[in-house]
């Protein structure tokens, strides 16, 4: 909490003066959460809460330290422009999809915490004392990796709750208790909007070491079907043992999912890291209608063209369009790694394949699929493989050398250099395709070359 205040020096006053008229602040949330579990605090997401004052008086002393945002004012929550720091005062919200939210100043510190989602999130600290109050054994539930709700009757208002216990199982490895599994099996999350849905599964697959865990927990509780039903198709589809020991595909994809989590660490963007683990999520999902017995051997023939199925799932738990074109077109082609090394594909069909990604996804990020769905295959636990994927890295080498494996290979040709020789119309964009063709099929890198190579035949 030290480092807090001295991050935001006004803070100290601030808290000062809310003392000085009758109040008390209390550091809450994830923050003390954090500080708890010992990890590295995010002094950019800092709640106060502020009892023993009107939101009128809260904002008046505010004002006295900059301009006071009041976006969240009708939650009861207020910022100081620069600063960081959500200020919030105790409320009861009513259930449904749009709660009345009624502010109450005098709620006490240990009602407040009733009122929070889990027995770890419902801490404070008092920020004139520095005590840490825990009236519901967070700490404990924290220390023994059992996630329990501070009060049954209350969690059950909010259904958004069952996702956010989803994201926790995954990020932090805790537990539900049995309470708390059979509250969660039992709450009805029709009501729950697609963009909350999605914030929370970002948040299990963008903080989880193993964001699989809170994926195989629906499956435990049998919310499996409501949330990501073709999915949950996988769950009694068996593959092949020669080529997957792990068993089902649900398994299967489950242990891919958690190796895509290990392969994003080193990316740096979001956006990618999503695409990579939702494509991990996803790329299997056609065994479902695909997969076939003859003479007891399993095949699942096709099974990447069903995208149709991905499309619906995603749809369902995010709004970004470009994301799901993403995905669609890893699912589409994430046989094709190990094929190419199989049939020793040559280097003009890289830069094809390449191209064919383009803009969305590349190479490298079709390389990494391929080694999450490779390192998804082990029969003897539940953790995907050990990274000893040589055919991967073979498609990786030979995707470097076409000079493909992060963008495609530029056109030497465009539009304007074609419109010199042909009218305006559909024929441009045939002969763009065909020059492109042959410029990596013969390796020309010469405009001039090319034009009399393209041009030149067909004026014959």
Same mark, same amino acid.
């Given at each position: 909490?030290?480092?807090?205040?001295?991050?935001?020096?006004?803070?100290?006053?601030?808290?000062?003066?809310?003392?000085?008229?009758?109040?008390?602040?209390?550091?809450?949330?994830?923050?003390?959460?954090?500080?708890?579990?010992?990890?590295?605090?995010?002094?950019?997401?800092?709640?106060?809460?502020?009892?023993?004052?009107?939101?009128?008086?809260?904002?008046?002393?505010?004002?006295?330290?900059?301009?006071?945002?009041?976006?969240?004012?009708?939650?009861?929550?207020?910022?100081?422009?620069?600063?960081?720091?959500?200020?919030?005062?105790?409320?009861?919200?009513?259930?449904?999809?749009?709660?009345?939210?009624?502010?109450?100043?005098?709620?006490?510190?240990?009602?407040?915490?009733?009122?929070?989602?889990?027995?770890?999130?419902?801490?404070?600290?008092?920020?004139?004392?520095?005590?840490?109050?825990?009236?519901?054994? +967070?700490?404990?539930?924290?220390?023994?990796?059992?996630?329990?709700?501070?009060?049954?009757?209350?969690?059950?208002?909010?259904?958004?709750?069952?996702?956010?216990?989803?994201?926790?199982?995954?990020?932090?490895?805790?537990?539900?208790?049995?309470?708390?599994?059979?509250?969660?099996?039992?709450?009805?999350?029709?009501?729950?909007?697609?963009?909350?849905?999605?914030?929370?599964?970002?948040?299990?697959?963008?903080?989880?070491?193993?964001?699989?865990?809170?994926?195989?927990?629906?499956?435990?509780?049998?919310?499996?079907?409501?949330?990501?039903?073709?999915?949950?198709?996988?769950?009694?589809?068996?593959?092949?043992?020669?080529?997957?020991?792990?068993?089902?595909?649900?398994?299967?994809?489950?242990?891919?999912?958690?190796?895509?989590?290990?392969?994003?660490?080193?990316?740096?963007?979001?956006?990618?890291?999503?695409?990579?683990?939702?494509?991990?999520?996803?790329?299997?999902?056609?065994?479902?209608?695909?997969?076939?017995?003859?003479?007891?051997?399993?095949?699942?023939?096709?099974?990447?063209?069903?995208?149709?199925?991905?499309?619906?799932?995603?749809?369902?738990?995010?709004?970004?369009?470009?994301?799901?074109?993403?995905?669609?077109?890893?699912?589409?082609?994430?046989?094709?790694?190990?094929?190419?090394?199989?049939?020793?594909?040559?280097?003009?069909?890289?830069?094809?394949?390449?191209?064919?990604?383009?803009?969305?996804?590349?190479?490298?990020?079709?390389?990494?699929?391929?080694?999450?769905?490779?390192?998804?295959?082990?029969?003897?636990?539940?953790?995907?493989?050990?990274?000893?994927?040589?055919?991967?890295?073979?498609?990786?080498?030979?995707?470097?050398?076409?000079?493909?494996?992060?963008?495609?290979?530029?056109?030497?040709?465009?539009?304007?250099?074609?419109?010199?020789?042909?009218?305006?119309?559909?024929?441009?964009?045939?002969?763009?395709?065909?020059?492109?063709?042959?410029?990596?099929?013969? +390796?020309?890198?010469?405009?001039?070359?090319?034009?009399?190579?393209?041009?030149?035949?067909?004026?014959?």
């Amino acid at each position: 909490m030290k480092k807090i205040v001295e991050r935001y020096p006004i803070m100290s006053s601030i808290i000062q003066k809310i003392l000085a008229h009758g109040g008390r602040s209390y550091l809450v949330g994830g923050v003390v959460r954090d500080m708890v579990m010992g990890l590295s605090i995010n002094d950019k997401d800092i709640d106060v809460e502020v009892h023993g004052l009107t939101e009128h008086m809260l904002e008046n002393i505010l004002q006295e330290y900059g301009v006071v945002n009041t976006v969240g004012k009708s939650f009861g929550v207020l910022r100081v422009s620069g600063l960081a720091v959500d200020w919030s005062l105790p409320r009861t919200d009513s259930t449904g999809r749009k709660p009345i939210v009624t502010i109450d100043p005098g709620m006490t510190i240990q009602e407040a915490a009733r009122r929070r989602d889990l027995t770890m999130n419902a801490m404070a600290i008092d920020m004139q004392t520095g005590e840490l109050i825990d009236p519901f054994g +967070g700490k404990d539930d924290i220390k023994n990796k059992i996630l329990r709700a501070p009060d049954a009757r209350l969690f059950i208002q909010d259904p958004l709750r069952l996702f956010r216990v989803m994201q926790f199982i995954g990020r932090f490895e805790m537990v539900p208790d049995s309470t708390l599994n059979e509250l969660c099996s039992s709450i009805d999350i029709t009501s729950v909007s697609r963009e909350r849905i999605e914030q929370e599964f970002k948040k299990l697959l963008l903080l989880s070491e193993r964001p699989s865990l809170g994926i195989r927990w629906l499956h435990s509780i049998k919310k499996l079907p409501v949330i990501l039903q073709e999915l949950a198709g996988t769950l009694q589809v068996q593959q092949n043992p020669k080529w997957h020991p792990e068993g089902t595909v649900f398994e299967h994809t489950m242990q891919a999912l958690d190796a895509a989590a290990q392969i994003v660490q080193s990316y740096d963007q979001e956006k990618k890291k999503l695409i990579i683990l939702y494509a991990a999520l996803c790329h299997d999902i056609g065994k479902v209608t695909t997969t076939t017995v003859h003479d007891g051997v399993i095949k699942s023939i096709g099974h990447e063209n069903e995208t149709g199925l991905v499309k619906t799932l995603l749809k369902r738990i995010t709004h970004d369009t470009d994301i799901i074109e993403a995905v669609v077109s890893l699912v589409l082609h994430h046989m094709q790694p190990l094929q190419f090394v199989a049939q020793n594909a040559k280097l003009p069909a890289y830069k094809r394949l390449a191209r064919k990604l383009s803009p969305l996804v590349s190479m490298k990020l079709l390389a990494d699929l391929a080694r999450a769905d490779r390192r998804g295959r082990n029969g003897a636990s539940s953790l995907p493989l050990a990274d000893e994927d040589t055919e991967v890295d073979v498609f990786i080498k030979n995707a470097q050398k076409a000079g493909v494996f992060e963008l495609p290979e530029a056109a030497v040709l465009t539009g304007a250099d074609i419109l010199a020789y042909v009218k305006p119309g559909p024929q441009v964009g045939h002969l763009l395709k065909k020059a492109y063709d042959i410029q990596i099929n013969e +390796g020309i890198i010469h405009k001039e070359d090319l034009l009399k190579r393209l041009i030149g035949k067909k004026m014959k």
